[in-house]
Nanobody
Framework: VQLVESGGGLVQPGGSLRLSCVGS????????MKWYRQAPGKERVLVAA????????SYADSVKGRFTISRDNGKNTVYLQMNSLKSEDTAVYYC????????WGQGTQVTVSS
């Protein structure tokens, strides 16, 4: 089982990034997919989630209206489009898959700074 995130980096406040997470070794199309983030010295928190078919999404209040989660089951990939980024969005972002078991990626660093 593998979840591989990409797309993180350094961006200025107000900028955008698109994170991707490619899954393999499990039934991606039946998995609920989630993005979490963990800032330095803080707990890991749920940012966004999407149902297996993609018809249902949910977001943390802190990112509503700025972040969009989506998925392409044909490519075994889930995305997190992040717009209007703020310094408080700085964190390591983790992809999580849930279907019978819970799987995690290794994380990708997002730094929002001028």
């Amino acid at each position: 089982v593998q979840l591989v995130e990409s797309g993180g980096g350094l961006v200025q406040p107000g900028g955008s990034l698109r994170l991707s997470c490619v899954g393999s070794g499990f039934t991606f199309s039946r998995s609920h997919m989630k993005w979490y983030r963990q800032a330095p010295g803080k707990e890991r928190v749920l940012v966004a989630a999407i149902s297996s078919g993609g018809s249902s999404t949910s977001y943390a209040d802190s990112v509503k209206g700025r972040f969009t989660i989506s998925r392409d089951n044909g490519k075994n990939t889930v995305y997190l489009q992040m717009n209007s980024l703020k310094s408080e969005d700085t964190a390591v972002y983790y992809c999580n898959a849930v279907y019978l078991y819970s799987y995690w990626g290794q994380g990708t660093q997002v730094t929002v700074s001028s």
